[in-house]
């Protein structure tokens, strides 16, 4: 069975600091791994992916994610952090061996402070 | 740019009612997935569909049942809705070709409030 864990409930950053939201997966086999940002009472949007290649992937907004099999984290991280991000960051994970089904992390909620 | 339409927005029901919500996806995206959000929770995967047919089943309570029609559309009927059924619904959608690689596209959510 597939999980998610994001350990952290919130992360608290000064904007124009860079930040860390992190996320650890399990899979019984690859895994498929997912950063997504939902805004109160909106739907989530995705932010970026890691299929398969560059351990780094660059998605939207600035953000970023690093791909670590040996840790089986997926860590979003941003260089520079805006007001305008804080939201809640949820990571997902989907079983490459098959199946549609996307598990998603309890998600972390990112505040950044002016 | 088009995006998943979800319908109603928000919704209110009594107990043991019924209710359905329906969800139209992006054009020609053929893979239509249902997520369950409670307040302050993680999305759970309920079910979703690959070109009409179901694909995957999470914990959708047997109360429940939905489908995937011709033109790709998606309706998620709950009978029985308990108090524990409120809850905001959100439907996904993913395009062709990699049913498995792609990102999901969410619609904006139904809020369903079971009184």
């Known amino acids: 069975a597939q999980s998610v864990a994001q350990p952290e409930d919130q992360v608290n950053v000064a904007e124009g600091n860079p930040l860390t939201v992190k996320c650890t997966y399990s899979?019984?086999?690859?895994?498929?791994l997912f950063w997504y940002v939902q805004y109160p009472n909106r739907g989530l949007q995705f932010l970026l992916k890691?299929?398969?290649?560059?351990?780094l992937v660059k998605g939207s907004y600035g953000f970023e994610a690093e791909f670590n099999k040996s840790q089986t984290s997926f860590h979003l991280k941003k260089p520079s952090a805006l007001v305008s991000d804080s939201a809640l960051y949820f990571c997902?994970?989907?079983?490459?061996?098959?199946?549609?089904?996307?598990?998603f992390g309890a998600g972390t909620r990112l505040f950044v402070k002016a | 740019a088009a995006g998943v339409i979800q319908s109603p927005r928000h919704l209110i029901k009594e107990k043991r009612e019924t209710a359905t919500l329906k969800c139209y996806p992006i054009?020609?995206?053929?893979?239509v997935y249902w997520y369950q959000q409670g307040p302050g929770q993680d999305p759970q995967f309920l079910i979703s569909?690959?070109?009409?047919?179901?694909?995957d089943k999470g914990s959708i309570p047997d109360r429940f049942s939905a489908q995937q029609f011709s033109d790709y559309h998606s309706e998620l009927n709950m009978s029985s809705l308990e108090l524990g059924d409120s809850a905001l619904y959100f439907c996904?959608?993913?395009?062709?070709?990699?049913?498995?690689?792609?990102?999901?596209?969410f619609g904006e959510g139904s809020r369903l409030t079971v009184l």
């Open positions: 569909f690959y070109e009409k047919m179901q694909s």
């Open positions: 996904a959608s993913s395009p062709p070709g990699e049913p498995n690689t792609g990102e999901l596209f």
């Open positions: 899979v019984s086999g690859n895994p498929y």
């Open positions: 997902a994970v989907r079983d490459a061996t098959g199946g549609f089904k996307t598990i």
């Open positions: 890691y299929i398969t290649g560059d351990n």
């Open positions: 054009p020609r995206h053929d893979t």
